[in-house]
């Protein structure tokens, strides 16, 4: 059995270690640049907290290289093939409510479909519904219309849907008009009957 701890044998788990005192004096061994050695960047305060990305005032890397071209400014955002202003909800997962009841944004959230109500629903046709339910969102797809509504449901927009612009053909491919045929009176004859 060890020795009964008591004041007299008291000690601490590990040496101590002493602190760096610098800047007291040459006899201390760590005075007059206090370890930094001679001028510079490094003998500077603040010099070992510099951000990431930081070349030493040379211009950094992200600058150097090509930025992507196209509408990346926050402004333009949404933009690629994953960001979206809709969260996406399939019709697989309106099979956990009871046939006859009402989904809308609301009760999505309460059945954990979806995080919160912010963000527009959009409603997509992957998977399968036989219940008949009573759909609430704010847009959905033809193929998720046509399922609800074979099962025996109904579908109602939240928000009526952008009117899609009708791009018109260029005047070059119409075909050109034929100018209409104009009577030009003959002017003997207005002459003579004068």
């Known amino acids: 059995m060890g020795e009964q701890l008591n004041l007299s044998n008291l000690k601490p788990a590990q040496e101590r270690r002493a602190r760096k005192r610098v800047g007291r004096g040459l006899g201390s061994g760590k005075g007059r640049y206090s370890g930094r050695g001679l001028k510079g960047q490094k003998s500077r305060s603040g010099s070992h907290k510099m951000r990431a990305g930081f070349e030493g005032g ?30 996406p909800v399939n019709v697989r997962d309106l099979d956990r409510f009871e046939s006859g009841a009402e989904v809308s944004p609301e009760s999505l959230v309460e059945k954990g479909v979806i995080k919160n109500t912010r963000i527009d629903v959009k409603l997509l046709g992957v998977g ?12 959905i797809s033809a193929a998720a219309r046509r399922k609800i509504e074979a099962a025996g ?22 075909a050109p008009e034929e100018p209409e045929e104009v009577d030009v009176p003959d002017s003997e004859t207005e002459v003579s009957e004068a």
Do not use: C, N, W
């Open 128 to 139: 399968e519904i036989s219940k008949k339910l009573t759909v609430r969102v704010h847009a």
């Open 153 to 174: 449901g109904t579908v109602e927009l939240l928000r009526e849907p952008k009117p899609k612009r009708v791009r018109h053909p260029r005047a070059a491919t119409r």
């Open 58 to 87: 040379q211009m950094p890397i992200y600058m150097r290289v090509g930025k992507q071209r196209g509408p990346t400014s926050r402004d333009a955002m949404p933009i690629g093939p994953f960001r979206t202003q809709t969260v």
